[in-house]
């Protein structure tokens, strides 16, 4: 259990880092994905199957398509 | 609205209106549900919330061009709900939440009309910064949830005062505030609040400058009083006196600096809104009850003048077409109304008596008197003299046409910040545009001349400072503690001080519209001294949100550290 | 165990405020905006979580022996969760918006494109270059 739970942990620290240190807007959507998937793991974890699913939700599927599309409007343009 | 508000102040003068939701009223003190507590001075701020929204509502008819589209009025609704909801909540977690909900409206409002890249960077700043603030705030809550398992601030209190003040609530408090002050835009949280103000619409800033930024200082203030009182009350009530009037002050004077070193007047009237935000914690942080007293009679006669101005200069950029005071030098001629209005906006600006804004100086002065800072009021009436004192510089030249039309101290405001470039100037004589001008500045004037409302605000805050007995009422349902018997009568002192502060005002109007006329010996000696200090500061507001959020940081780290140093 | 969620809320914090304030681009800074809040998630949950208790469902008397951890902070995050989206999701209709702007600007004429501070843009220079145009 808990060593489960230092697993996610540094999991999640290290997806931070990644979203973070990756530059290139559209590679980092991608990363956040990732990172969304992590951060869920620890909420189950941690006990907290509601909020996982929520997380699961907005940040590996809500949030990274808004990205997208606003990145794909963005190349519209261009 | 704003009558159901005024009805409720009067209701709530009895004793506090507490609202559960749901019916989930408390159990043997302890509350599981979410509830509004509603006392005399949270209703004030709320009724000021009502009249300036009307007034925007009224005005926004006649200032934009084009038809209004529906989704402008819906976002104004929901700004107008959640703000009031921010005032009267009494639940941390809810007062978190319309935090967000009172934010993510305003960018969307600052954002409204998107003429220019300078605009959406404006609401970009805001969003950012405010989001970081309203991060800090949530990990207060957590913080302070995890120690007493409770997000009623009433309870808050009640299970804090038992336990000693250890580092944990040290720190969740710093946070909380930090939070709050950052919406509140205190030095040095302030970047991103003249970046915002200076390209909403101008009936959106009435909102804004009129009441969003002192909703977070009145909430500093109510968090204090009933979470924190207890705990933080007895032997650590230097510190944080120390630490808010240090944070007040530096606030006071920087606005007030930078807001007379501006062109344009939105920028203007923005550096003045985070001058008087300085005023005002200065004063909540002087942790009495006529301090809390003076700053809500503040937070409303002053809130209703600055909308006022912001109603004026919407009037002015409409009929103008720019309200760059260099620009506008004496094209405002034909608009002798709201001429006045800047005026006499300028005038109560300066605390000159018998206004409103002067009654609650005074109660501010005799605050800070009775705590033996005397040191305090004449501060913080150079600071109303030097804000009331750059609007007169700007009403002189736009609408009398003063002073040369071109000065190299004030700073230009960006292109297409100050005059929509969208808008063509249009001869609109309408009454929507400059009538709540005039109404708002007749109530804010006006407020002065209501009968004891000094006394009568002295008394509900002696009332709302008594932690014990509000958490009673709040928990318990007992009955209210009867009102104090109090005396306000302003003494020669505060005289003084407003008319001083006036009289510096028009002369340092004076100064700079006619600098030149200043002999040169003196004029290159200031200029030696202040001059780079004053570049500099201008410098700094200048930058991109990274150096924002940099601010950001330094001012928590600071305020938390200086905070849990002080009461070691 | 105890510690290790509240460094890591810290972690995260830290980190995602070092991407806003090197950030070169608004989509990326949404982003790091986005890592920045899920410390208050981490943080919420480490401290409603208790050691060797369930997830607070009560499905016909299963954890009541057990006891649950605290669901008033799960609740809490929930609408954590749901406002930052909300929240990102509109500042990033700002960026598209300037984007769009600034796309227009660089395409007319050269000089504008040096207004812009903090997005990357084809003509280059990004640094407070406001700054500059701001000077009389």
């Known amino acids: 259990m808990i060593p489960l739970q230092v697993v996610a942990i540094v999991l999640v620290?290290?997806?931070?880092?990644?979203?973070?240190?990756?530059?290139?807007?559209?590679?980092?959507?991608?990363?956040?994905?990732?990172?969304?998937?992590?951060?869920?793991?620890?909420?189950?974890?941690?006990?907290?199957?509601?909020?996982?699913?929520?997380?699961?939700?907005?940040?590996?599927?809500?949030?990274?398509?808004?990205?997208?599309?606003?990145?794909?409007?963005?190349?519209?343009?261009? | 609205?704003?009558?159901?508000?005024?009805?409720?102040?009067?209701?709530?003068?009895?004793?506090?209106?507490?609202?559960?939701?749901?019916?989930?009223?408390?159990?043997?003190?302890?509350?599981?549900?979410?509830?509004?507590?509603?006392?005399?001075?949270?209703?004030?701020?709320?009724?000021?919330?009502?009249?300036?929204?009307?007034?925007?509502?009224?005005?926004?008819?006649?200032?934009?061009?084009?038809?209004?589209?529906?989704?402008?009025?819906?976002?104004?609704?929901?700004?107008?709900?959640?703000?009031?909801?921010?005032?009267?909540?009494?639940?941390?977690?809810?007062?978190?939440?319309?935090?967000?909900?009172?934010?993510?409206?305003?960018?969307?409002?600052?954002?409204?009309?998107?003429?220019?890249?300078?605009?959406?960077?404006?609401?970009?700043?805001?969003?950012?910064?405010?989001?970081?603030?309203?991060?800090?705030?949530?990990?207060?809550?957590?913080?302070?949830?995890?120690?007493?398992?409770a997000l009623n601030l009433a309870q808050i209190g009640q299970v804090l005062s038992r336990h000693g003040a250890d580092g944990l609530v040290i720190v969740a408090f710093g946070l909380i505030v930090v939070g709050l002050l950052t919406k509140a835009g205190a030095v040095p949280f302030h970047f991103w609040l003249s970046d915002a103000y200076a390209v909403a619409p101008a009936p959106v800033c009435v909102l804004f400058a009129g009441v969003m930024s002192d909703l977070g200082l009145h909430a500093v203030g109510r968090v204090y009083w009933v979470a924190f009182s207890g705990v933080l009350g007895n032997g650590h009530a230097d510190a944080v006196r120390g630490v808010l009037i240090g944070v007040g002050l530096l606030t006071a004077l920087v606005g007030a600096l930078m807001a007379f070193v501006q062109a344009g007047l939105k920028r203007m009237l923005a550096f003045i809104v985070i001058s008087h935000v300085g005023i005002f914690l200065t004063a909540i942080g002087l942790l009495t009850a006529r301090g809390l007293a003076g700053a809500t009679v503040y937070v409303v006669a002053d809130g209703l003048v600055k909308g006022a101005l912001f109603c004026a200069v919407g009037h002015l950029a409409r009929r103008v077409g720019h309200t760059d005071e260099l620009i506008a030098h004496g094209r405002g001629r034909s608009l002798p109304l709201t001429g006045t209005v800047v005026a006499l906006g300028a005038l109560g600006l300066a605390i000159l008596p018998p206004f409103g804004t002067f009654v609650a100086y005074s109660l501010v002065e005799r605050g800070a008197g009775g705590l033996g800072y005397h040191w305090l009021p004449p501060l913080l009436a150079i600071a109303t003299a030097v804000t009331g004192a750059s609007v007169l510089r700007a009403a002189a030249r736009i609408f009398l046409g003063l002073g040369?039309?071109?000065?190299?101290?004030?700073?230009a405001a960006p292109r297409g910040e100050e005059a929509d470039e969208g808008m063509r100037a249009a001869p609109r004589r309408g009454f929507l545009l400059w009538g709540p001008a005039v109404a708002l500045l007749v109530a804010g004037l006006g407020l002065g001349f209501a009968p004891g409302i000094a006394a009568h605000a002295v008394q509900h805050a002696e009332r709302f400072v008594d932690r014990p007995a509000v958490a009673r009422e709040t928990l318990h349902g007992a009955p209210p503690a009867p009102l104090p018997h109090v005396h306000e009568q302003i003494g020669a002192a505060g005289y003084a001080y407003g008319a001083g502060s006036a009289i510096l005002a028009v002369a340092l109007a004076w100064i700079g519209l006619y600098r030149r006329r200043i002999p040169e010996a003196f004029r290159r000696a200031a200029g030696a001294t202040a001059g780079p200090a004053v570049q500099r500061l201008k410098l700094l507001h200048d930058g991109v949100v990274g150096e924002y959020v940099t601010w950001l940081t330094a001012g928590a780290a600071a305020i938390t550290g200086l905070l849990a140093l002080l009461t070691r | 165990m105890s510690f290790l969620p509240y460094a890591l809320a810290a972690w995260l914090f830290f980190v995602g405020l070092y991407g806003i304030v090197t950030s070169r681009h608004l989509v990326h800074l949404v982003v790091c905006l986005g890592v920045m809040q899920s410390s208050t998630y981490v943080l919420l949950l480490a401290i409603g979580y208790r050691t060797g208790k369930k997830a607070p469902i009560f499905t016909s008397g299963v954890p009541t022996k057990v006891g649950a951890v605290d669901p008033v902070v799960q609740a809490l995050t929930l609408t954590d969760?749901?406002?930052?989206?909300?929240?990102?999701?509109?500042?990033?209709?700002?960026?598209?918006?300037?984007?769009?702007?600034?796309?227009?600007?660089?395409?007319?004429?050269?000089?504008?494109?040096?207004?812009?501070?903090?997005?990357?843009?084809p003509h280059g220079s990004t640094t407070s270059s406001r700054l500059r145009s701001r000077q009389p």
């Open chain 3, 81 to 121: 969760v749901v406002v930052s989206v909300v929240a990102s999701a509109l500042i990033l209709a700002l960026v598209i918006e300037i984007w769009k702007r600034s796309g227009k600007l660089c395409r007319c004429s050269a000089p504008p494109c040096s207004a812009q501070p903090a997005i990357s843009c």
């Open chain 1, 13 to 78: 620290g290290l997806g931070g880092l990644a979203v973070v240190a990756a530059r290139d807007p559209l590679r980092q959507a991608l990363v956040l994905g990732v990172y969304g998937l992590t951060l869920v793991i620890l909420f189950v974890v941690l006990q907290a199957p509601d909020v996982a699913l929520s997380e699961l939700v907005v940040s590996t599927v809500a949030f990274p398509f808004i990205l997208f599309t606003a990145l794909a409007k963005m190349r519209d343009r261009e």
């Open chain 2, 1 to 149: 609205m704003t009558v159901l508000c005024v009805v409720l102040i009067f209701h709530s003068a009895h004793g506090t209106i507490t609202y559960w939701f749901g019916g989930w009223h408390p159990r043997n003190g302890i509350a599981i549900g979410i509830s509004f507590s509603v006392e005399p001075l949270g209703a004030g701020i709320a009724a000021l919330i009502g009249a300036l929204m009307t007034a925007a509502l009224v005005q926004s008819i006649d200032y934009f061009e084009e038809e209004v589209p529906p989704h402008f009025f819906v976002l104004m609704l929901v700004f107008l709900a959640s703000m009031i909801g921010f005032a009267l909540s009494s639940d941390l977690f809810n007062m978190f939440v319309f935090f967000e909900l009172m934010s993510t409206a305003a960018f969307g409002l600052t954002g409204y009309r998107i003429e220019h890249r300078s605009v959406l960077q404006g609401a970009i700043n805001f969003a950012v910064v405010n989001g970081i603030g309203a991060f800090l705030l949530l990990a207060g809550i957590a913080l302070l949830y995890g120690r007493t398992g």
């Open chain 2, 404 to 411: 040369p039309a071109e000065d190299d101290l004030l700073v």
